[in-house]
C-alpha cells in the first residue's frame, strides 16, 4: 500500500494544522512563548482584532494548548492571563523550525531580523531531525513513512 490509500485527515499533520493552520495561532503561541501572557498585550503587540484573538484564544485553550488564568490587578476588574499548558511548550521544535525555514527563505535583504540563542553557551539554536538511535536525518530522503494502528484507509 502507499501513503495514497490512507485517509489524509487521520494524519496528525492535518489534526494539528486544524488548530495552527491559521497565522494568527501560530503567533499567539510565539508571543505566549516569549512572555507576553495577557490579552490586551497580545492584542496590541500582534495587531489582531479583539473578536478573531478571543477566538483564537478559546481555540487554543480548548485544544488543550493554553490555560486561561485569573489575575487579580488591584482597583480594577479581574483579568486574565494565557500560559502554555505542557502541550504547547512542545511546540518549541516546531516554531524553531518555521523560524529556521523562515531565516532562509523569507529573509529579507538585511537578513534575519532576530536570532534565538542558548542561555548558557549564547550559540544560536536550530531544529533537526534525528531518530531515536541518534542518527540526524539531513533530507527527507533518509526518512519513509510507517503508517501505525491510528491510520485509516481512505473510503473510496
Keep these: ?8 485527515g487521520s494524519c496528525s499533520i492535518a489534526r494539528t494544522a486544524g488548530i495552527l493552520a491559521d497565522r494568527w495561532s501560530v503567533l499567539i503561541v510565539r508571543d505566549l512563548f516569549n512572555g507576553v501572557r495577557r ?9 489582531i482584532a479583539r473578536d478573531v ?5 478559546n481555540l487554543l485553550v480548548a485544544e488543550g494548548l493554553v490555560d486561561r488564568r485569573p489575575v487579580a490587578v488591584e482597583g480594577r476588574r479581574s483579568r486574565h492571563e494565557y500560559v502554555l499548558t505542557g502541550a504547547g511548550h512542545d511546540l518549541r521544535p516546531v516554531l524553531v523550525a518555521i ?9 529579507g535583504r538585511d537578513g534575519p531580523p532576530a536570532s534565538l540563542r542558548h542561555r548558557d553557551c549564547g550559540e544560536a539554536v536550530h531544529a533537526h531531525l534525528v531518530c531515536d538511535a541518534g542518527h540526524e536525518i539531513d533530507d527527507g530522503a533518509g526518512t519513509r513513512l510507517v503508517p501505525l494502528g491510528g491510520a485509516r484507509l481512505r473510503t473510496p
Excluded: E, I, K, N
Design 53 to 57: 484573538l478571543t477566538r483564537r484564544l
Design 99 to 107: 523560524l529556521d525555514w523562515g531565516d532562509v527563505h523569507r529573509s
Design 1 to 8: 500500500m502507499t501513503w495514497t490509500d490512507y485517509d489524509s
Design 39 to 47: 490579552f490586551d498585550a497580545l492584542q496590541d503587540h500582534l495587531g
